[in-house]
């Protein structure tokens, strides 16, 4: 059921100065996904349907990354959310940054939750926590708090006599008292949308920034003796906002934690989990074992009962169920069936269709081919633009000679066929089935069905040469 009377404003315009990164900072990846994602995600679960995401510096690429097309676009891609974006230009502080989605608003009579889009950690469960205390409440503005031991940099929550918060005061404005407040603001707020654009208007930039700042609304609403309410959160980890590579390396590691847990308690073996890096999104069957140093990325599936060995890394790739990944492997964007058998240090790059019971052994590089049931490519070999059939043999240090220089050319191979070791296919060739290819043979002509195809001079024989030649070894 889509909750219809809450809107959500995400803001993301910031330069991220911090970061010292050409990247908008909003899209710098934590677990594999723009940091971004993660609020989007939690306004999905809420099935909220009025999502405005306010953007800045370098707009067009966040709106892009998200899938969108531009000024007022909804984004139809990775995220398939209604969201709808504006554009804070200038960035005159995160008080301006909302009021450029007042138009889009105008008519709202509701409640609107403000999210930061450099706060990745933060869950649905927190979320539904802060609209349930502003409805119990009845509070005109609610926001998140947290207790932390360093509140360098952050805004503090200042209380009253009484314990009520009566403002937010930035840190570089904090006197020497108010600076030794622990307790900050996360930049998390639900208030009602007419306190909400009304108030914007009476916020000054009188401030070391000059800037609009958005928490100057709590001081607002108390000095009008409007219900302010506060959830302070006891982990302070999932409220971080994220403005130098330091703490993105520390949400990164907080991120891989919750997914590495939430595969064990399916049913995964994770040898170490501390060195297992999983994407978000990925997907791992129950009663798979993974090893030490796996890099798991992107949309990736791998299926039950399978192994991953020790430094693989497997990109945008799909593995069956009981299939083994050997040690130092590397797969991208490619499809593993079910109990096939890759490296160890094998090499899938893109398109490659590796199917039922196959085998690629170790210093094995496919592209862009396909590799039938139960065929067996063992050793030191090259295959690339192949269509392979089923049960065929592919021997040591075999070569599709896929490029003549300006395209790329087919090799296929029919079921049953038996290519010895030193082989090179010149493409465009085809071998036919149950076919037989000599050892140390250049294939350049299609070979029949049944037949044996050599390609190798006769072996002579020169008795005595070694001798005639005079380099024969002494005795020692």
Not at 204 to 232: F, H, M, S, W
Request: charged content about 25%; overall charge positive.
């Amino acid at each position: 059921m889509a909750n219809k009377d809450i809107a959500v404003i995400i803001l993301a315009a910031g330069l991220g100065k911090r970061m010292k990164s050409d990247l908008p900072k909003v899209l710098h990846p934590v677990a594999g996904k723009p940091m971004l994602f993660y609020p989007i995600e939690v306004v999905k679960s809420l099935k909220i349907e009025k999502v405005i995401v306010v953007i800045g510096h370098k707009g067009e690429e966040v709106i892009e990354r998200l899938g969108g097309k531009g000024q007022g676009a909804r984004s139809k891609g990775e995220y398939k959310s209604q969201i709808q974006f504006v554009k804070q230009e200038p960035q005159l502080g995160t008080g301006h940054a909302v009021l450029c989605a007042e138009e889009s608003l105008k008519t709202w009579k509701g409640d609107i939750l403000i999210l930061s889009g450099d706060v990745p950690l933060i869950t649905r469960e927190t979320i539904l926590g802060l609209l349930d205390l502003h409805a119990k409440k009845k509070a005109t503005i609610s926001f998140i708090s947290a207790i932390v031991e360093n509140p360098a940099g952050y805004g503090r929550a200042v209380r009253n006599k009484g314990g009520s918060v009566v403002r937010v005061v930035e840190d570089k404005d904090a006197s020497q008292k108010e600076k030794a407040i622990n307790e900050i603001n996360t930049g998390i707020y639900c208030t009602s949308a007419q306190f909400l654009f009304s108030s914007l208007k009476k916020i000054k930039k009188e401030n070391v920034q000059g800037e609009y700042y958005l928490p100057d609304l709590i001081a607002i609403a108390a000095r009008e003796k409007k219900k302010v309410a506060c959830l302070t959160h006891i982990n302070p980890a999932e409220v971080m906002g994220i403005n130098n590579r330091i703490e993105l390396s520390e949400a990164n590691e907080e991120m891989r934690e919750r997914i590495n847990n939430e595969f064990m308690l399916a049913g995964v073996t994770l040898v170490d989990d501390e060195t297992a890096y999983i994407h978000k999104g990925v997907k791992i069957g129950r009663d798979t074992t993974i090893y030490p140093n796996v890099f798991l990325e992107g949309h990736t599936n791998i299926g039950e009962r399978c192994i991953i060995e020790e430094g693989c890394k497997i990109i945008n790739s799909s593995v069956g169920d009981g299939s083994v990944i050997k040690s130092h492997s590397v797969i991208e964007s490619s499809q593993i069936g079910k109990d096939a058998f890759i490296g160890p240090f094998a090499r899938l790059r893109p398109e490659s269709h590796i199917e039922d019971g196959a085998k690629i052994g170790n210093f094995v590089e496919v592209k862009k081919s396909t590799i039938g049931k139960g065929t067996k490519v063992n050793h030191l070999s090259y295959i690339g633009d192949a269509v392979i059939g089923k049960n065929v043999n592919i021997g040591a240090g075999t070569i599709t000679c896929n490029y003549d220089g300006i395209r790329k050319q087919q090799t296929i191979i029919e079921d049953g066929a038996f290519i010895g070791s030193d082989t090179q296919l010149v493409a465009p060739v085809r071998v036919g089935k149950d076919a037989y290819i000599g050892s140390g043979s250049t294939i350049t002509k299609d070979v029949p069905s049944g037949s044996l195809a050599l390609s190798r001079p006769e072996q002579r024989i020169v008795e005595g040469w070694v001798e005639k030649k005079g380099l024969k070894k002494r005795e020692r």
